[in-house]
């Protein structure tokens, strides 16, 4: 039972789902002044959380013969036959079910409707098609793992406005930029897999060599979206300050991906890339609590003048 457990668990693909939930909180606390209306996150919280988790299980049941080539997924509960087809489907269902049903009874439905074209994203368009059709495959894919601090924002808000949606499709266009290099760092080093899997990666088609460039020429570009939040006044200089910090050493990183030291400096730029985005989002959360004490207010300013 224990075991059984732990192998439903690994189908939701729990670190990952984590960061992405972190986004999806995230993107409803810059959503408001304040604390977030507390239902809304909450269920909102959930419900994004089991839609990823739903998707995340149904990649494992359209990929089960890729995961069976490759070593890194060779462990895989419907790789190994710990569980079987039919169980991974119902519990994929069940939990997209229970998200929908959260989502549209405690939230509201253009959340539902947001997950659910992520939830479709993710698991149909990317897994089923673009993953085994072009070396764009994540690019494109990527939409969907980055949509979810726009799903946060509509949770709580239920997008009032333009302002609404430009600020966070900003968010959103960051781990779309972000996407680039934190997968193909690893699909450099996980070449052989994806080339003996017949997946159509990036280093595959293109080779390692421009697939450097191109993490290079992503993580300039990274930079730069980043600078954003702070440009339209969405953040303060908190965030600039760890942003920009956080971007150059991603930067570091990437330049020398171009001669790296080892076989595993790859993997040391995908780890990275990781605890940059977590980071990243952290600066943006605590940067928005503290600028309304960092920034002087109009009473302040009025008695100094005073
Ligand atoms: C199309 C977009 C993406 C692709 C192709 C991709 C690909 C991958 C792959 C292949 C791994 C290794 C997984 C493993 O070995 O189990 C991974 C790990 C990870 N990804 Fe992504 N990813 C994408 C988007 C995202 C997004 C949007 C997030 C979060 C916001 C994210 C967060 C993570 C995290 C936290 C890990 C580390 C898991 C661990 O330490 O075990 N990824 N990603
Ligand atoms: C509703 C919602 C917010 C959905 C988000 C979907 C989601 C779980 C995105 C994660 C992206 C990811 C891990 C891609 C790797 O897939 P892969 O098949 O290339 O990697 P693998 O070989 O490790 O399976």
Redesign the pocket.
Known sequence: MGAQFGQYWQLT?PR??AL?VFT?FVGMFMAVPGLPPLRQSVFGFIG?WL??AS??AI??LI?QR??KV?V??ADRPLATGALRPAQVLAFAVFLGALSMAILVALVNPLTALL?FA??I???IV??GFL?RATPQN?VI?GI??A??PL?GWAAVTGMRNEWDWAHALLLVLIIFVWTPPH?WALAIFRREDYARALVPMLPVTHGVEYTRWQILLYTVLLLVVTVLPWAVGMSGLFYLGGALVLGLVFLWHAWRLMDPPDDFYPMRVFNYSVVYLMALFAFLLVDHWLLPFLQPSPVFELQQVG
């Open positions: 693909k990952v789902v992405i999806a994004i839609a990823a998707a995340a990649n494992h990929d890729i995961d490759m890194r997924t997950t992520s939830l994203g993710y698991a990317y897994t993953k994540i894919g969907a793992g949509a979810p799903l997968f």
